[in-house]
Every structure is written in structure tokens, then in C-alpha cells.
């Protein structure tokens, strides 16, 4: 069986707004695809101290900081894929940085579980939801 290497959002040089029609071949027509140059852009525009998308539109990834506790980042990295028969194979990950210092003290491993506990949340809550829960999450002050 010939395979094909997939193509991540780079290599595709597709434009953020672009994407959400790309991913219209894999959404579900009930909730149709995401817009994620709207989402992205209004959570920078509602959070703007918190939510960085270091390139703008053509930005693979946005990053979530706390004002308060700047070692502290959650990264958003989103890609397409495309297989070897044309199907969109949207992508989101989640990245995180933290100080030495507080992985020696995270007991529970909350920060290395991260990732698998955000996808996890992208089934339940969506998108959106669970964009907005992350950042109040990191950013809520105490």
C-alpha cells in the first residue's frame, strides 16, 4: 500500500481564513466548520492581555499567558492535514511551558496530562468553550 506523507498547515500555505472552509469536507453538517479566524481573532480582541497570535492570520498557533505569572503558557497549535485522497484532517493541540521548578512540584502531573485532558474537553465542550474555559482558567486572579 503507497502512503503519503501528510501535509501540515505550513506546508499547505493555507491563509487562517481559509481554513474553515477546508474543513468543511470533515465537519459534521449539523454544526458546520468552524470559523477560526473569527474565533481566534475575537478571544485576541476580548483577552488581549492573555491571548497572542504571534503572526496574525497567518499565525499556526496562539498562545495563552497569564499577566500575572508569565513562565506560565498554554500554546494552542492548530494544522491541517491531507491525505492522499484530498480529505481535510483538522488538528488541535495543546502545548504547554512551565518552570522547572513547578513540573518538580506538580505531584498530580495536571501539567503533563494537559494535553490529553484538552482533547478531551474539545469533545465535550467544542471548540469555542473550550478555548474560552482555558484562558479564564489561566487568567482568573485570586
Known amino acids: 500500500m503507497h502512503t503519503r506523507k501528510l501535509k501540515t ?3 499547505c500555505k493555507t491563509p487562517l ?4 472552509q ?3 469536507n470533515t465537519w459534521d453538517s449539523v454544526s458546520g466548520p468552524p470559523d477560526f479566524s ?3 481573532f475575537s478571544l485576541q480582541e476580548k483577552y488581549p492581555e492573555t491571548v497572542h497570535l504571534a503572526k ?3 499565525s499556526s498557533y496562539m498562545g495563552i499567558r497569564s499577566h500575572s505569572r508569565p513562565e506560565f503558557e498554554l500554546v494552542i497549535v492548530w494544522r491541517i492535514q491531507i491525505d492522499e485522497e484530498g480529505k481535510v484532517l483538522p488538528r488541535l493541540d495543546l502545548l504547554t511551558k512551565a518552570p522547572l521548578s513547578a513540573l518538580e512540584l506538580d505531584k498530580n502531573r495536571v501539567i503533563e496530562t494537559a494535553p490529553l ?4 474537553l ?3 465542550l467544542g471548540i469555542e468553550a473550550t478555548l474560552e474555559s ?3 482558567s489561566l487568567c482568573t486572579e485570586k
Open 9 to 11: 498547515f505550513e506546508e
Open 17 to 20: 481564513h481559509r481554513v474553515s
Open 22 to 24: 477546508l474543513f468543511s
Open 38 to 40: 473569527n474565533l481566534f
Open 56 to 58: 496574525g492570520a497567518s
Open 117 to 120: 485532558s484538552f482533547r478531551t
Open 122 to 124: 474539545l469533545g465535550v
Open 134 to 136: 482555558l484562558i479564564k
